[in-house]
């Protein structure tokens, strides 16, 4: 693993709101590069983890660009639907990418296991890989998990994805209504960043 520190990286992703929450992140002194700068087209995510397909979208978009690269795969997974959608959380949102279409197919889903739903408990958890890939092929990939239920109504404009819908654990807010500050010193890109921030 290269012990010198990381002056610039590729960030790869086409979301834009992970675009943003992954550079929010990063040392205001690192250049970085995105795909606003490249227009490489995704990969096909063939993975059936979230490891697997962080992995594969670093290293396809650092062999791409030549640059250290650093990309997430993230998702929610919920219990009562046996863990789905889990890393399939983008593909729930059609080719599109509408994650209105997206909660709503998770509300009918939770729907059909139990029609009382909304009078429980009903526990969730995201999930996010952070890799970082080096061109020299090494690379290195933390989890980051944080804990919590699914609100049985959409709540607040902020963040992106099922964020409207996801209340961590101890809190009363969705991730959708937090401050955008507040959500970044919790969720679990950040709980994956802070065991790989020492590279940078």
Known sequence: ????????????????????????????????????????????????SFYENSLLKAKYFSKKTKKICMSDDSGIEIDVLNKKPGVYSADWAGKKRNFNLAIKKVYREIYKKDKNWKKKKITARFICVLTIFWPNGKFVSKVGKIEGRIS????????????????????????????????YR?????????KIKKFF
């Not at 929450?21 to 590069?33: Q, V």
């Not at 607040?156 to 959708?176: A, C, M, Q, S, V």
């Not at 919790?186 to 802070?194: G, T």
């Open 186 to 194: 919790i969720d679990h890109r950040f709980n994956a960043f802070k």
């Open 152 to 183: 049985n109504i959409k709540k607040g404009k902020n963040g992106f994805g099922y964020d409207p819908i996801f209340i961590p654990k101890g809190k009363r807010l969705t991730f959708g209504e937090l401050e955008p500050q507040k959500k």
């Open 1 to 48: 693993m290269s012990k010198k520190k990381i002056k610039e990286i590729f960030i790869g992703s086409n979301n834009k709101g992970k675009l943003k929450e992954i550079a929010d992140l990063l040392p205001k002194s690192l250049k970085l590069y995105s795909n606003l700068d490249f227009k490489i087209p995704s990969p096909i995510e063939t993975g059936t």
